[in-house]
């Protein structure tokens, strides 16, 4: 598994924008895909956005034209742009990274990030 640290999200007017980070390091293998998760009180914890190797991307439906993924294969670092932020983007924003070693799968998560957007 990765060490993964998590940096940015805060608190912002709705409409604002913030920046999310995660930088992977000490992993086996190589990392096939990262992507970011938020779970708000009372909800199941939900895909926000994901990236491939190749820059495949994929968004959930609330957050299409409004978030951008993109990462630095170099630093092993993913990171999610959120604009037009909404108060109901408020969530904890937990890092995804998978990867593989010789064949096996292996998954880590970060450790969580507030975003918190006001009305």
């Known amino acids: 598994q990765a060490r993964l640290v998590q940096s940015g999200g805060g608190l912002v007017q709705a409409g604002g924008s913030l920046r999310v980070s995660c930088a992977a390091s000490?992993?086996?293998?190589?990392?096939?895909?990262m992507g970011w998760y938020r779970q708000a009180p009372g909800k199941q914890r939900e895909l926000v956005a994901s990236?491939?190797?190749?820059?495949?991307?994929n968004y959930a439906d609330s957050v299409k034209g409004r978030f951008t993924i993109s990462r630095d294969n170099a630093e092993n670092t993913v990171y999610l742009q959120m604009n037009s932020l909404e108060p109901e983007d408020t969530a904890v924003y937990y890092c995804?990274?998978?990867?593989?070693?010789?064949?096996?799968?292996?998954?880590?998560w970060g450790q969580g990030t507030q975003v918190t957007v006001s009305s």
């Open positions: 990236i491939r190797r190749d820059d495949w991307t």
């Open positions: 000490e992993f086996p293998g190589s990392i096939y895909r």
């Open positions: 995804n990274v998978d990867g593989e070693w010789y064949g096996s799968l292996w998954v880590s």
